[in-house]
């Protein structure tokens, strides 16, 4: 019997994207399907596949799609009509021609009012079984949801790179370390992540109010008074806060580009990602999967601000 094939497009941000991916190709290794990866660079995460990972292996196929890097919204703002235009015809083709083209796009469910992310993890793992056990030659996975139960990232590698940075911005602050291990401990026992989502964020923003970071922020002072804090925030009035409110102790990424819709943006939120992972606990923002991923992938606990937490 032929290989069944899973094309994964994973959709929204860059964490969102993570799980996806990851949740692909752990089914696929384990009912030994072919996977194909769909990559949109778009505003949503603007840069290629090959910019910020070093792949899984070789038997996955990369294609990187070519997207417009400004919203809907933004173009009409603009004036741009064309370009508009031009992009909804762009994406129609796209569109038409893998879920024409390969017929079985598999609709996976998502969170809501009637259950939570670990149910729908669930009912989607029970999904793509349905689709291993048929005769089904392939299927489209078009979504930002997955069905990670075991939350294992090691396949998902970032470019060394990324590890490099995070290591020199650490040293900036505390000096050389003599190995690796020695640089390891000092930051987990000494550094707390703080994550405080903004931007477009409208749930994060609502459920996350900056006065809760800081009563926990405070409240690891009190036991530690030598505590420092790695702040992740894409909020530039959050960083202002944080460090009049923290002098001293707040660690961040300097001079790093806020907005997620370039390159650059999308690389420095690798290093706040990898960043956070190294820490010894995370205070994250409540709805956003920022927060989970950079404890996922550094095996560490993580308290919501609004203190719904989780080890």
């Given at each position: 019997m032929a290989q069944k094939v899973i094309y994964s497009e994973p959709t929204g941000g860059l964490c969102n994207r993570m799980g996806a991916l990851n949740?692909?190709?752990?089914?696929?290794?384990?009912?030994?399907?072919?996977?194909?990866?769909?990559?949109?660079?778009?505003?949503?995460?603007?840069?290629?596949?090959e910019d910020v990972f070093t792949g899984f292996d070789d038997s996955v196929k990369i294609y990187n799609l070519p997207y417009f890097k400004k919203t809907p919204k933004e173009l009409l703002?603009?004036?741009?009509?064309?370009?508009?235009?031009?992009?909804?015809?762009?994406?129609?083709?796209?569109?038409?021609?893998?879920?024409?083209?390969?017929?079985?796009?598999i609709e996976l469910v998502y969170e809501d009012e009637t259950r939570t992310r670990t149910e729908a993890d669930a009912l989607n793992h029970e999904i793509m079984e349905r689709f291993a056990l048929?005769?089904?030659?392939?299927?489209?996975?078009?979504?930002?949801?997955?069905?990670?139960?075991?939350h294992d990232y090691s396949a998902l590698k970032f470019d060394v790179r990324f590890e490099e940075a995070v290591r020199r911005l650490y040293e900036?602050?505390?000096?050389?370390?003599?190995?690796?291990?020695?640089?390891k401990t000092y930051i987990r026992?000494?550094?707390?992540?703080?994550?405080?989502?903004?931007?477009?964020?409208?749930?994060?923003?609502?459920?996350?109010?900056?006065?809760?970071?800081?009563?926990?922020?405070?409240a690891q002072l009190a036991k530690n008074p030598d505590a420092y804090f790695y702040l992740a925030s894409d909020g530039q009035d959050v960083i202002d806060?944080?460090?009049?409110?923290?002098?001293?102790?707040?660690?961040?990424?300097?001079?790093?580009?806020?907005?997620?819709?370039?390159?650059?943006?999308?690389?420095?939120?690798i290093?706040?990602?990898?960043?956070?992972?190294k820490t010894g606990r995370i205070i994250g923002s409540f709805g956003s999967t920022f927060s989970d991923m950079a404890s996922y992938i550094g095996g560490i606990g993580l308290e919501y601000s609004n203190s719904q937490g989780k080890d």
């Open positions: 949740y692909a190709y752990l089914f696929a290794k384990e009912y030994d399907c072919r996977l194909v990866v769909l990559w949109k660079n778009n505003f949503e995460a603007a840069c290629r596949f703002k603009s004036g741009r009509i064309i370009s508009f235009a031009l992009r909804g015809i762009w994406h129609t083709v796209l569109d038409l021609y893998f879920k024409y083209r390969l017929k079985n796009e048929s005769d089904k030659k392939w299927c489209l996975i078009s979504s930002y949801q997955c069905a990670d139960l075991t900036q602050k505390f000096g050389e370390f003599a190995t690796d291990e020695a640089y026992q000494n550094v707390t992540g703080v994550h405080v989502r903004r931007g477009d964020h409208k749930y994060a923003i609502a459920n996350n109010p900056i006065e809760k970071f800081i009563e926990k922020m405070d806060i944080m460090q009049e409110k923290f002098p001293g102790r707040v660690i961040i990424n300097e001079g790093a580009e806020l907005s997620r819709k370039s390159k650059s943006g999308m690389e420095n939120a290093i706040d990602l990898l960043a956070l992972s």
